[in-house]
């Protein structure tokens, strides 16, 4: 006889493995040299617009609807609605199905970088309901970072109006040095981390979350490398648009 099991309560394997793509040419991604960025955008054909991205030791899957009705009252431009979950599996310490898959913190923040390049008085009474789903990130500044990324290609890929694709990426500074996207290990003893949203194409800054303690200088200079540090990202996820968009 057949012992009946809930599938709910297998543990999920301890590590994973990107796609590979026999014709990385003729598919809507892109693969940085040394494997440093992953996007692909279309993959969830149920939303208007979505991105699956795989960046500094983060895998994370956004899904974009709208612009859609929202309920009154009336308002004279659109709305951004952002829902951050992580899976119980995303990180080493396991997380509870209720109670840590849903930070708002990461929600308001990935709400503060996106905000600004999007066109919302464009959109009245509409709304754009964007869900982030963390596969894979033990640290708040590469899941915000590779999260923005993510969030700004889905928003794109569904044709919502926007000033300019936004980019992120995150610097630390860890004795006396500054780190461009470090790792994890790298950011548990770092002085201080900024998170950077840019928009290299226009030259602009969206938004940036600072934690930690520098002086002005080295926080300026911390800024400016996420900066520059973020056109190579933006590339990728410009590129990764067009071939979406000619596939």
């Known amino acids: ?30 693969q940085a040299d040394s494997g440093s960025v992953y996007l692909k955008t279309g993959l969830v054909t ?33 709305s951004l609605n952002v829902e951050v979950k992580f899976a119980p599996f995303a990180s080493h ?34 709304s754009i ?17 590779a999260g923005l990324t993510a969030c700004s290609a889905a928003i794109a890929d569904a044709g919502i109006p926007m000033s300019g694709l936004t980019v992120g990426s995150s610097v630390a500074s860890h004795d006396d040095s500054l780190l461009l996207n470090p790792a994890a290990s790298d950011l548990a003893s770092a002085q201080a981390t900024v998170t950077v949203g840019a928009m290299p194409a226009l030259g602009r800054i969206t938004s940036f979350h600072f934690v930690g303690e520098a002086d002005l200088d080295e ?24 071939e979406s968009s000619t596939a």
């Open 129 to 145: 309901d964007v869900h982030v789903l963390v596969l894979e990130g033990d640290s708040d500044a590469a899941v915000l970072s």
């Open 46 to 78: 149920q939303a208007n617009g979505s991105a699956y991205i795989e960046a500094n030791g983060v895998k994370i899957a956004c899904s974009a609807f709208g612009p859609r009705p929202k309920p009154p009252p009336y308002s004279p431009q659109g």
């Open 1 to 30: 006889m057949a012992t009946t099991f809930d599938r709910r309560r297998i543990a999920a394997p301890e590590d994973s493995h990107p796609p590979i793509y026999e014709n990385a040419a003729s598919s809507s991604s892109k």
């Open 219 to 242: 926080a300026c200079k911390m800024v400016e490398l996420g900066v520059t540090g973020a056109k190579p990202t933006h590339t990728i996820l410009a590129q990764a648009l067009v």
């Open 93 to 126: 310490s396991r997380r509870a199905p209720l109670r840590d898959t849903e930070p708002v913190n990461h929600s308001v923040l990935l709400t503060q970088l996106l905000l600004p390049s999007l066109r919302l008085h464009l959109l009245p009474k509409l």
